[in-house]
Nanobody, 124 residues
Framework: QVQLVESGGGLVQAGGSLRLSCAAS????????MAWFRQAPGKEREFVAA????????YYADSVKGRFTISRDNAKNTVYLQMNSLKPEDTAVYYC?????????????????WGQGTQVTVSS
């Protein structure tokens, strides 16, 4: 059974940093695309960042480019989202997701597995 467990959320002041972690278990993820999405109150869930487990290319939403970095640790089966220069508009529940080959990495409906989410709150 696939499990994605996020951690690392919290309350931070604008301009601060947080690192989110997503521990993956239950299968071999070498052919999966791993992504972070977020959902702010009253808004739809949106793409934040993604990378293939077996590659080095990374993909970002324009709103976080240059501030957020997605990375992975193969030995720990963990994906990270380093978030710097945080803004109040980054406040949301952040979700880790995984999908197989096929379909757009930006499309929420293409993702098969989801974590429970972790709250990030950025105060002004």
């Amino acid at each position: 059974q696939v499990q994605l467990v996020e951690s690392g959320g919290g309350l931070v002041q604008a301009g601060g940093s947080l690192r989110l972690s997503c521990a993956a278990s239950g299968r071999t993820f070498s052919t999966y695309c791993m992504a972070w999405f977020r959902q702010a109150p009253g808004k739809e869930r949106e793409f934040v960042a993604a990378m293939w487990w077996s590659g080095d290319s990374t993909y970002y939403a324009d709103s976080v480019k240059g501030r957020f970095t997605i990375s992975r640790d193969n030995a720990k089966n963990t994906v990270y989202l380093q978030m710097n220069s945080l803004k109040p508009e980054d406040t949301a529940v952040y979700y880790c997701a995984a999908k197989l080959l096929g379909g757009s990495k930006y499309d929420i409906d293409m993702y098969n597995y989801w974590g429970q989410g972790t709250q990030v709150t950025v105060s002004s």
